[in-house]
């Protein structure tokens, strides 16, 4: 840290450490002004916290005056020194009565009023990204990450930097963006799932964290164009380490966002005592049982269904923990999935469904390992075997039981931070409208 920045106390510091009585310098943006004759009130954020300052007009220099006056817009970037003064009526119980202020830039009219459109704030999304919300959400998605880090180094897994330059789908090729690549066709990674495959033959346990993309045309809730994809594959694991893993990996990320976070998460309305309390075992439901539970409560559906969002919300709308659903129908579900050995029209894969009606969070499964029925199912499905040679190679030499899983990132943070919108898991989120700022 340098000496100039080592000056300035964060505001967080200022309301939580015994800084009362004495002389701090903050430096941060203006977040609301309010004028009162000789007296200024200006709340100042910086990426911890907030604070009122008040500045009076007979206790600064006159031209630290003139530096406030000139920074009442909001957003105005500031320097203030002051005492720290205990005061209940002040946001946060502390303000800053200044003895000095400084004007780094004094801001234009901030576009951001109360009452702005949705569509409005997306438009403006490299301004409105400062709001305290977003600014919580984002500490929390980046102590996510964090600890899926932290669970993988601590299970023995290799990070890895999987292509997202991509020569074929993974997921089927509704979804793919695909563009030219000096002359050939090629997509931008649905999942890096078959890559992660390939490596665990010389690393057995490999995880990535990347972008993954769909050209998902529908709007909802809970899809976007791009995301971040947490995906992690292990050699020698079957179904039931595989899920395992999972309930284990959800827990130990909920519990650290919770110990890490308890200020973000309340200012996002989500008690984290909540996060706290997930734990393994997760409840298990057997697709067929969904289905059934489904027929009762009165939806339309059939066994060989794909369950959507609002299916997954009524399944999971009176759980407070995560829920897995398994042993889906083989053809509902990707061809690289293991069929159950006591039921060959069911697949050895589990999706994790967040509570609250939140909705799926993880996809995973064991892999089929046996080249002659990769090779069977890809037909089955009308896809061209020879699209996916370098894949079946991995068949051929060395074969081994494995299994992995995806974890769409602000899938995760939506249900952690309760948003309605997963594009606010997402700082610039890329949707089918949008693709600005
Ligand atoms: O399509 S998945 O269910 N599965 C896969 O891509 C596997 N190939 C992953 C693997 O086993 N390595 O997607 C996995 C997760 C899913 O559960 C969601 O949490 C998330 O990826 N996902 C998304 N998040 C946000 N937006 C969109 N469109 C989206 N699609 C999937």
Not at 28 to 35: C, I, P, Q, S
Not at 55 to 74: G, L
Not at 197 to 213: C, H
Request: charged share 30%.
């Amino acid at each position: 840290m340098s000496n100039e920045q080592a000056c300035f106390t964060p505001i967080e510091e200022v309301l939580s450490s015994n800084c009362v009585g004495k002389e701090v310098s903050v430096r941060g943006w203006v977040y609301r002004a309010r004028t009162s004759g000789a007296m200024l009130f200006l709340v100042i954020r910086d990426s911890t916290d907030i604070i009122q300052a008040t500045v009076k007009k007979d206790r600064v220099s006159e031209q630290a005056w003139k530096n406030a006056e000139a920074c009442t817009r909001i957003e105005s970037a500031v320097t203030v020194k002051g005492v720290v003064a205990k005061d209940d009526r002040a946001t946060g119980g502390f303000e800053l009565q200044a003895t000095d202020f400084t004007a780094i830039h004094a801001a234009d009219v901030f576009p951001i009023a109360k009452d702005n459109s949705e569509e409005w704030l997306l438009d403006i999304r490299h301004l409105s990204i400062r709001s305290r919300e977003l600014t919580a959400v984002m500490k929390v998605k980046a102590t996510v990450l964090a600890a899926c880090r932290e669970f993988f180094e601590k299970k023995g897994y290799w990070e890895t930097t999987p292509p997202i330059i991509a020569s074929g789908a993974c997921e089927g090729g509704s979804t793919t963006f695909n563009f030219d690549y000096f002359g050939k066709k090629a997509i931008l990674s649905q999942s890096a799932q078959l890559y992660l495959e390939a490596l665990i033959f010389s690393l057995e346990k490999v995880y990535a964290i990347t972008p993954s993309f769909r050209a998902e045309k529908s709007r909802t809730l809970r899809h976007l164009a791009e995301y971040w994809h947490v995906e992690g594959e292990e050699a020698h694991m079957n179904f039931e380490q595989l899920i395992a893993f999972e309930e284990e990996m959800i827990s130990f990320i909920c519990q650290k966002t919770a110990k890490e976070r308890p200020k973000e998460l309340e200012l996002l309305g989500r008690n984290p005592e909540e996060m706290l309390a997930i734990a393994p075992p997760f409840p298990r439901m057997a697709y067929a049982k969904a289905i059934e539970i489904l027929k009762q409560k009165g939806m339309p559906v059939e066994f060989g269904d794909d369950l959507g969002a609002d299916e997954e919300k009524i399944l999971t709308a009176e759980y407070k923990k995560p829920i897995l659903l398994t042993h889906f129908p083989a053809k509902i579900k990707a061809f690289y999935m293991k069929r159950d050995p006591t039921d060959e029209n069911l697949v050895l894969g589990a999706d994790i469904l967040a509570p609250e009606g939140y909705g799926e969070i993880i996809g995973s499964s064991q892999r089929e390992e046996d080249n002659e029925l990769l090779i069977s199912r890809l037909r089955a499905d009308g896809s061209d075997p020879a699209a996916f040679a370098w894949y079946l190679d991995l068949r051929k030499y060395g074969s081994v039981p494995h299994s992995g899983f995806g974890m769409g990132i602000e899938r995760l943070v939506r249900w952690i931070c309760k948003l309605d919108h997963i594009r606010d898991a997402i700082p610039f989120p890329r949707v089918i409208n949008r693709v600005y700022p």
